[in-house]
C-alpha cells in the first residue's frame, strides 16, 4: 500500500517569514494530495489540494508544490500570520482508494 | 448546506462496555471512514466502507466494527472497550473517485 513520510514534525517560525512543509509518498498510483490543517480540538480542514496533472497551485499565501517523478510534494506558507499556528497534515490518494494520511507537522508561528 | 455530524461529541464509559459513536453525513457520499487521532500518532484509519453493505478494515480495526445499512451512516463500535481506545475519534466522508475528504467535529472518548 501507500506510504506517506511527512516533515518535519514541528516546525516555528517568526511572523512574516515563511514556512515549507515536505511529504513523499510511494504509490505512482497516487493522484491526488490535499493539505488539512488542524486548530487545537477543532476537525482537520482542507486547505489546499493537488492533483497529479497539476505542478504548483496556489491560493493567496498558501502554495503547493508536486513532482511526479521524485514522488513528493510540498506545502509552503508565505507571510506567516500568528494565526497559521496549527497542525498540518498531508495525505496522498490513489483514485477509489483510501487517504493516506502523513504523521503531521506542529507549525507554531512566533509573533 | 451539507454536511457531516457525529454524536456524541463526548462520552466516558467504563472498560468492558459496549460503545456506538454515530456518523451522519448529507453529501450522498458513497465512501466513510473512521479514524482516530491519538499524540504523536495522527490519523489512524480504523475502517472505511466504499458503498451500503461494504465494509472494509483499516490498520487499527482490532476491537471495532461498523455497518453500512445507508448512505448516510456509519455508526462505530466498539464492542468491549478498552483503556487503550481512549481517544478522539474523526468520521469522514467523500465523493466518487478522486473527491475531497470531509471531516466530522470528532468524538471525545474515555475509558476508564
Known amino acids: 500500500g501507500e506510504n506517506v513520510e511527512q516533515h518535519p514534525s514541528t516546525l516555528s517560525v517568526q511572523e512574516g517569514d515563511s514556512a515549507v512543509i515536505k511529504c513523499t509518498y510511494s504509490d505512482s498510483a497516487s493522484n491526488y494530495f490535499p493539505w488539512y490543517k488542524q486548530e487545537l480540538g477543532k476537525r482537520p480542514q482542507l486547505i489546499i489540494d493537488?492533483?497529479?496533472?497539476?505542478g504548483e497551485k496556489k491560493d493567496q499565501r498558501i502554495a503547493v508544490t508536486l513532482n511526479k517523478t521524485a514522488k513528493h510534494f510540498s506545502l509552503h506558507i508565505t507571510e506567516t500570520q500568528p494565526e497559521d499556528s496549527a497542525v498540518y497534515f498531508c495525505a496522498a490518494h490513489p483514485t477509489g482508494n483510501q487517504f493516506y494520511f502523513g504523521t503531521g507537522t506542529s507549525l507554531t508561528v512566533i509573533p | 448546506d451539507a454536511e457531516i455530524t457525529q454524536s456524541p461529541r463526548h462520552k466516558i464509559t467504563e472498560t468492558g462496555r459496549q460503545v456506538t459513536l454515530a456518523c451522519h453525513q448529507t453529501?450522498?457520499?458513497?465512501?466513510m471512514f473512521w479514524y482516530r487521532q491519538d499524540l504523536g500518532h495522527g490519523l489512524r484509519l480504523i475502517h472505511y466502507s466504499y458503498g451500503v453493505q461494504d465494509t472494509n478494515k483499516g490498520e487499527v480495526s482490532d476491537g471495532y466494527s461498523v455497518s453500512r445499512s445507508n448512505t448516510e451512516d456509519l455508526p462505530l463500535t466498539l464492542e468491549s472497550a478498552a483503556s487503550s481506545q481512549t481517544s478522539v475519534y474523526f468520521c469522514a466522508s467523500s465523493g466518487a473517485g478522486t473527491g475531497e475528504l470531509f471531516f466530522g467535529e470528532g468524538s471525545r472518548l474515555t475509558v476508564l
Open positions: 493537488i492533483r497529479s496533472n497539476v
Open positions: 453529501w450522498n457520499h458513497n465512501n
